[in-house]
């Protein structure tokens, strides 16, 4: 069963459908892909990274977390099994806060050539990289109001800065649907924009809801969800309504991902987003 917050996503198959990963011969074409984005929101980039060095961080990250208790006893923390008790929450922060978060292992994957270069050519301009840049682990099991990413468009939290800031939202691993990757409400940026241009959504920066389906019948619109493997990324404009999915793997593994965000450097740039990120920054 496909459920977000616990709410259940695919009792009703028009409320559902599949991400459009872009097609090959698209990918070099820089105003193809600009159409793509300004109809659909979203560029799906299957096979944009290098799987390798994607699993290679993907390790990286739980065995730095083992020593918190984050690991099944016994397994590969590539494999990000989660262990069947809870974190020693002092060592956990300690280590993702003070050393993955500003390491520079994660500085390396958000800013490789793959990426930085990518959206370099993409902007058609010198670009810069936003320092708070967020990374999340979901264990199976996790479900319920307040777990899942709600639903959100980026530029809530992104005012004080261009509203053409462009997220990166990277799965580190294979992301099935049960093990909970972001959904996108289908068209949603147009909507998102007009009301914006007409000074309607003036809003806090906090989600819109946990409720997708209700969300999904407000915008007359479907939730585009997919099979996310690893070296797969997702491009989307601050508009688009997401949100993340429940993770309810069966074996235990944890769902990874990473969110960056990139914009023109000539651009007016968020000064708060200029920190690295840590759960008490009050953003």
Not at 102 to 112: R, V
Request: charged letters at 30%; aromatic letters at 8%; one cysteine or more.
């Amino acid at each position: 069963m496909l459920t977000s917050n616990g709410y259940v996503l695919d009792d009703d198959p028009t409320r559902l459908a599949r991400l459009e990963p872009v097609p090959m011969d698209e990918r070099d074409d820089r105003d193809a892909l600009w159409a793509r984005l300004r109809r659909d929101g979203y560029l799906y980039l299957t096979d944009h990274l290098d799987p390798a060095e994607v699993l290679a961080f993907r390790r990286y990250y739980f065995e730095a977390l083992t020593p918190a208790g984050l690991i099944a006893d016994g397994s590969d923390p590539a494999d990000g099994i989660a262990a069947d008790r809870d974190v020693d929450r002092g060592s956990y922060r300690r280590i993702l806060y003070d050393d993955v978060v500003p390491g520079a292992e994660y500085q390396a994957l958000c800013a490789a050539p793959r990426v930085a270069d990518w959206f370099a050519w993409l902007l058609d301009d010198e670009v810069h990289l936003h320092k708070r840049k967020i990374i999340r682990h979901t264990k199976p099991g996790d479900r319920g109001l307040g777990t899942a990413t709600q639903a959100h468009y980026d530029l809530v939290y992104l005012r004080e800065g261009t509203d053409r800031v462009l997220s990166m939202w990277i799965p580190l691993g294979d992301i099935p649907l049960e093990r909970g990757g972001l959904a996108y409400l289908e068209g949603s940026h147009h909507r998102v924009m007009a009301q914006e241009a007409a000074g309607l959504l003036r809003r806090p920066a906090a989600s819109i809801t946990a409720d997708l389906p209700g969300l999904a019948d407000e915008y007359d619109a479907r939730w585009l969800v997919t099979d996310y493997a690893a070296g797969d990324v997702m491009v989307h404009s601050a508009h688009i309504v997401h949100a993340g999915l429940d993770n309810v793997d069966a074996g235990g593994k944890m769902r990874l991902s990473t969110d960056i965000r990139y914009q023109r450097a000539s651009e007016p740039i968020d000064w708060r987003w200029q920190e690295h990120w840590h759960d008490q920054d009050g953003l």
